[in-house]
């Protein structure tokens, strides 16, 4: 697996996961058990990412997870995803459903 780069000053690498269960996306916290909510993530140096990815890895080895990967973040209380494609997975969709156009609201129930 291809490591990311250090992170600069004030950056921090995470470890995320889609759970085999129910396909949600997870991240490993840092006692080493995956989590739901990114606010819970574990924060690792280069270092302790090394060896939380080789946990995760087994984690995947047993079918708990799949797709296990490092993630550059800003540190903090919630660390923050430096790209668009992570922060979607932590945050989820980047359209709310009240922006919505009516017809499509209409078209969803009469559908359904």
Known sequence: ???LPRPKEGETLLVTANRLLDGRIVWLDESQKWCDHISQAGQFSYEEAETALKVAQESSAQQEVVGVYEVLAQAGTPP???TMREKIRAYGP???PDFMYDHATSSQETHS
């Open 94 to 96: 980047t359209s709310h």
């Open 80 to 82: 923050q995803p430096v």
């Open 1 to 3: 697996m291809k490591r």
